[in-house]
Protein backbone atom coordinates (compact mmCIF):
# COMPACT_ATOMS: atom_id res chain seq x y z
CA UNK A 1 0.00 0.00 0.00
CA UNK A 2 3.36 2.34 0.50
CA UNK A 3 3.80 4.86 -2.19
CA UNK A 4 6.99 3.22 -3.94
CA UNK A 5 4.36 0.13 -4.80
CA UNK A 6 1.98 1.91 -6.24
CA UNK A 7 4.60 4.04 -8.46
CA UNK A 8 6.05 0.51 -9.21
CA UNK A 9 2.90 -1.34 -9.82
CA UNK A 10 1.17 1.21 -12.07
CA UNK A 11 1.19 0.85 -15.72
CA UNK A 12 1.04 4.49 -16.37
CA UNK A 13 2.34 7.94 -15.09
CA UNK A 14 -1.32 9.26 -14.76
CA UNK A 15 -2.50 6.51 -12.94
CA UNK A 16 -0.10 6.22 -10.53
CA UNK A 17 -0.80 9.75 -9.88
CA UNK A 18 -4.54 8.66 -9.88
CA UNK A 19 -3.71 5.64 -7.23
CA UNK A 20 -1.00 8.21 -4.83
CA UNK A 21 -3.81 10.85 -4.80
CA UNK A 22 -6.65 8.73 -3.94
CA UNK A 23 -4.07 7.12 -0.88
CA UNK A 24 -3.50 10.37 0.26
CA UNK A 25 -6.98 11.19 0.44
CA UNK A 26 -8.24 8.33 1.57
CA UNK A 27 -5.36 8.56 5.03
CA UNK A 28 -5.93 12.14 5.41
CA UNK A 29 -10.27 11.37 5.59
CA UNK A 30 -9.65 8.35 8.12
CA UNK A 31 -7.11 10.05 10.13
CA UNK A 32 -9.12 13.60 10.50
CA UNK A 33 -12.84 11.92 11.23
CA UNK A 34 -10.83 9.53 13.45
CA UNK A 35 -9.11 12.43 15.71
CA UNK A 36 -12.55 14.51 15.50
CA UNK A 37 -14.65 11.62 16.78
CA UNK A 38 -12.63 12.06 20.09
CA UNK A 39 -13.28 15.54 20.40
CA UNK A 40 -16.63 15.61 19.70
CA UNK A 41 -17.51 12.94 22.19
CA UNK A 42 -15.43 14.90 24.71
CA UNK A 43 -17.57 18.22 23.69
CA UNK A 44 -20.57 16.58 24.32
CA UNK A 45 -19.54 14.93 27.70
CA UNK A 46 -18.35 18.12 29.21
CA UNK A 47 -14.58 19.27 27.63
CA UNK A 48 -14.66 21.78 25.34
CA UNK A 49 -10.43 21.28 25.35
CA UNK A 50 -10.74 20.31 21.75
CA UNK A 51 -12.93 23.04 20.46
CA UNK A 52 -11.26 25.84 22.49
CA UNK A 53 -7.65 24.70 20.45
CA UNK A 54 -9.63 24.75 17.39
CA UNK A 55 -8.83 21.32 16.58
CA UNK A 56 -12.38 20.58 15.66
CA UNK A 57 -11.46 21.44 12.44
CA UNK A 58 -11.53 19.67 8.79
CA UNK A 59 -8.02 21.77 8.03
CA UNK A 60 -5.49 18.88 7.99
CA UNK A 61 -3.03 21.01 9.04
CA UNK A 62 -4.37 20.88 12.67
CA UNK A 63 -4.32 17.37 12.83
CA UNK A 64 -0.68 16.30 10.67
CA UNK A 65 1.87 14.30 12.38
CA UNK A 66 4.43 13.46 10.13
CA UNK A 67 5.93 10.09 11.56
CA UNK A 68 2.21 9.55 12.12
CA UNK A 69 1.76 9.98 8.39
CA UNK A 70 4.48 8.40 7.03
CA UNK A 71 3.95 5.10 9.01
CA UNK A 72 0.57 5.33 7.50
CA UNK A 73 2.19 5.86 3.82
CA UNK A 74 5.49 3.25 3.96
CA UNK A 75 3.83 0.61 6.27
CA UNK A 76 -0.22 0.98 6.30
CA UNK A 77 -1.36 2.25 10.02
CA UNK A 78 0.17 5.61 12.25
CA UNK A 79 -1.99 7.89 13.78
CA UNK A 80 -2.26 11.75 13.90
CA UNK A 81 -1.62 14.14 16.62
CA UNK A 82 -4.02 13.48 19.76
CA UNK A 83 -6.42 16.14 19.97
CA UNK A 84 -6.19 17.57 23.20
CA UNK A 85 -8.66 16.15 25.91
CA UNK A 86 -8.77 17.39 30.00
CA UNK A 87 -11.17 14.21 31.50
CA UNK A 88 -11.34 16.59 34.64
CA UNK A 89 -14.33 18.21 32.72
CA UNK A 90 -16.11 15.30 32.12
CA UNK A 91 -19.72 15.15 34.03
CA UNK A 92 -19.30 11.67 34.34
CA UNK A 93 -15.65 11.20 34.36
CA UNK A 94 -15.86 6.98 33.89
CA UNK A 95 -18.66 6.50 31.73
CA UNK A 96 -17.02 9.85 29.20
CA UNK A 97 -13.33 8.22 29.38
CA UNK A 98 -14.51 5.49 27.99
CA UNK A 99 -16.68 5.99 25.15
CA UNK A 100 -14.05 9.01 24.45
CA UNK A 101 -11.42 5.90 24.24
CA UNK A 102 -13.47 4.13 21.42
CA UNK A 103 -14.94 6.94 19.76
CA UNK A 104 -11.78 6.50 17.00
CA UNK A 105 -12.20 3.31 16.49
CA UNK A 106 -15.29 3.33 16.27
CA UNK A 107 -15.84 5.57 13.55
CA UNK A 108 -13.18 3.84 11.46
CA UNK A 109 -14.78 0.65 11.63
CA UNK A 110 -18.00 2.56 10.47
CA UNK A 111 -15.88 4.51 7.69
CA UNK A 112 -14.48 0.83 6.21
CA UNK A 113 -18.26 -0.55 6.43
CA UNK A 114 -19.47 2.14 4.66
CA UNK A 115 -16.73 2.69 2.36
CA UNK A 116 -16.77 -1.38 1.76
CA UNK A 117 -20.54 -0.97 0.37
CA UNK A 118 -19.06 2.02 -1.93
CA UNK A 119 -16.49 0.15 -3.46
CA UNK A 120 -18.58 -2.58 -4.09
CA UNK A 121 -20.56 -0.40 -6.26
CA UNK A 122 -18.21 1.50 -7.60
CA UNK A 123 -16.39 -1.67 -9.38
CA UNK A 124 -19.79 -2.01 -11.33
CA UNK A 125 -19.63 1.27 -13.01
CA UNK A 126 -19.08 0.72 -16.97
CA UNK A 127 -16.43 2.61 -18.26
CA UNK A 128 -16.86 3.91 -21.87
CA UNK A 129 -14.60 7.25 -22.19
CA UNK A 130 -10.96 7.95 -21.15
CA UNK A 131 -12.26 10.78 -18.84
CA UNK A 132 -14.91 8.41 -16.98
CA UNK A 133 -11.72 5.44 -17.12
CA UNK A 134 -9.64 8.22 -14.65
CA UNK A 135 -13.16 9.31 -12.27
CA UNK A 136 -13.68 5.47 -11.99
CA UNK A 137 -10.26 4.23 -11.21
CA UNK A 138 -10.05 7.48 -9.08
CA UNK A 139 -13.19 6.46 -7.02
CA UNK A 140 -11.93 2.39 -7.07
CA UNK A 141 -8.69 3.03 -5.23
CA UNK A 142 -10.14 5.61 -2.95
CA UNK A 143 -12.83 3.46 -1.60
CA UNK A 144 -10.65 0.40 -1.66
CA UNK A 145 -8.06 2.23 0.54
CA UNK A 146 -10.35 3.49 2.73
CA UNK A 147 -11.49 0.58 3.73
CA UNK A 148 -7.61 -1.01 3.99
CA UNK A 149 -6.45 2.37 5.92
CA UNK A 150 -9.76 2.54 8.17
CA UNK A 151 -9.70 -1.36 8.87
CA UNK A 152 -5.59 -0.43 9.87
CA UNK A 153 -5.85 2.31 12.33
CA UNK A 154 -8.46 0.44 13.53
CA UNK A 155 -6.78 -2.75 14.53
CA UNK A 156 -3.53 -0.40 15.21
CA UNK A 157 -5.47 1.43 18.01
CA UNK A 158 -6.86 -0.86 20.09
CA UNK A 159 -3.30 -2.37 20.72
CA UNK A 160 -2.57 -1.59 24.49
CA UNK A 161 0.08 0.21 23.50
CA UNK A 162 0.71 3.88 24.74
CA UNK A 163 -0.75 6.53 24.13
CA UNK A 164 -3.24 4.72 21.81
CA UNK A 165 -6.99 3.91 22.33
CA UNK A 166 -6.30 0.41 23.16
CA UNK A 167 -4.40 2.02 26.24
CA UNK A 168 -6.59 4.05 27.49
CA UNK A 169 -9.07 2.26 27.76
CA UNK A 170 -7.70 -0.25 30.05
CA UNK A 171 -6.94 2.56 31.73
CA UNK A 172 -10.09 3.40 32.11
CA UNK A 173 -10.87 0.42 34.52
CA UNK A 174 -6.51 -0.54 35.33
CA UNK A 175 -4.52 2.22 37.82
CA UNK A 176 -1.93 4.18 35.89
CA UNK A 177 0.31 3.17 38.60
CA UNK A 178 -0.57 -0.74 37.74
CA UNK A 179 2.96 -2.31 36.76
CA UNK A 180 1.80 -3.54 33.30
CA UNK A 181 0.14 0.08 32.51
CA UNK A 182 3.73 1.42 33.87
CA UNK A 183 5.77 -0.70 31.61
CA UNK A 184 3.35 -0.25 28.67
CA UNK A 185 3.82 3.68 28.83
CA UNK A 186 7.38 3.56 29.55
CA UNK A 187 8.62 0.97 26.58
CA UNK A 188 5.46 0.92 24.21
CA UNK A 189 7.40 3.45 21.15
CA UNK A 190 10.49 0.28 21.73
CA UNK A 191 8.27 -2.14 21.21
CA UNK A 192 6.63 -0.68 17.75
CA UNK A 193 9.93 0.12 16.66
CA UNK A 194 11.05 -3.45 17.44
CA UNK A 195 7.81 -5.07 15.70
CA UNK A 196 7.99 -3.14 12.64
CA UNK A 197 11.67 -3.74 12.00
CA UNK A 198 11.18 -7.38 12.24
CA UNK A 199 8.59 -7.16 9.76
CA UNK A 200 10.26 -5.03 7.07
CA UNK A 201 13.67 -6.04 7.93
CA UNK A 202 13.18 -9.24 7.63
CA UNK A 203 16.24 -9.82 10.14
CA UNK A 204 16.99 -12.94 11.11
CA UNK A 205 13.83 -14.38 9.14
CA UNK A 206 11.59 -13.64 12.76
CA UNK A 207 8.40 -14.10 12.80
CA UNK A 208 6.54 -10.48 12.84
CA UNK A 209 3.69 -11.22 15.15
CA UNK A 210 1.75 -7.04 12.96
CA UNK A 211 1.67 -9.28 9.91
CA UNK A 212 -0.41 -12.16 11.46
CA UNK A 213 -2.34 -9.47 13.84
CA UNK A 214 -3.04 -7.14 10.84
CA UNK A 215 -3.69 -9.96 8.74
CA UNK A 216 -6.01 -12.28 10.29
CA UNK A 217 -7.67 -9.19 11.62
CA UNK A 218 -8.30 -7.29 8.21
CA UNK A 219 -9.51 -11.13 6.68
CA UNK A 220 -11.67 -11.14 9.60
CA UNK A 221 -13.46 -7.68 9.29
CA UNK A 222 -13.64 -7.84 5.26
CA UNK A 223 -15.19 -11.44 5.51
CA UNK A 224 -17.73 -9.53 7.64
CA UNK A 225 -18.09 -6.81 5.56
CA UNK A 226 -19.04 -9.20 2.78
CA UNK A 227 -21.29 -11.57 4.46
CA UNK A 228 -23.18 -8.23 5.63
CA UNK A 229 -23.63 -6.66 1.84
CA UNK A 230 -23.43 -10.17 0.39
CA UNK A 231 -27.14 -10.54 2.13
CA UNK A 232 -28.35 -7.30 -0.05
CA UNK A 233 -26.70 -8.35 -3.27
CA UNK A 234 -23.84 -6.76 -3.12
CA UNK A 235 -20.32 -8.68 -3.94
CA UNK A 236 -17.40 -7.36 -2.09
CA UNK A 237 -15.57 -10.83 -2.16
CA UNK A 238 -12.66 -9.22 -4.42
CA UNK A 239 -11.34 -7.40 -1.06
CA UNK A 240 -11.08 -10.25 0.54
CA UNK A 241 -8.55 -11.35 -1.95
CA UNK A 242 -6.07 -8.44 -0.65
Excluded at 11 to 17: D, F, G, L, R, Y
Excluded at 130 to 150: H, W
Excluded at 179 to 197: D, E, G, N, Q
Aim: proline share 4%; charged share 10%.
Amino acid sequence: MGLLYIIQSSESAPTAVITIAALLLAILVAIILHELSHGYVALWNGDDTAKRMGRLSLNPARHFNILGFLMLVLVGFGFANPVPINPDNFRNYKKASILVSVAGVITNFALAFVFSLLFGLVILINVKTIISFYIVTFLTYFTLYSVLININLLLFNILPLYPLDGYRLINCFVPSDNPFMSFMRKYSFVILIVLILLGNLNLFNAINPLDYYFGYGRQGILWLFNKFWGLFGVDIGVLLSL
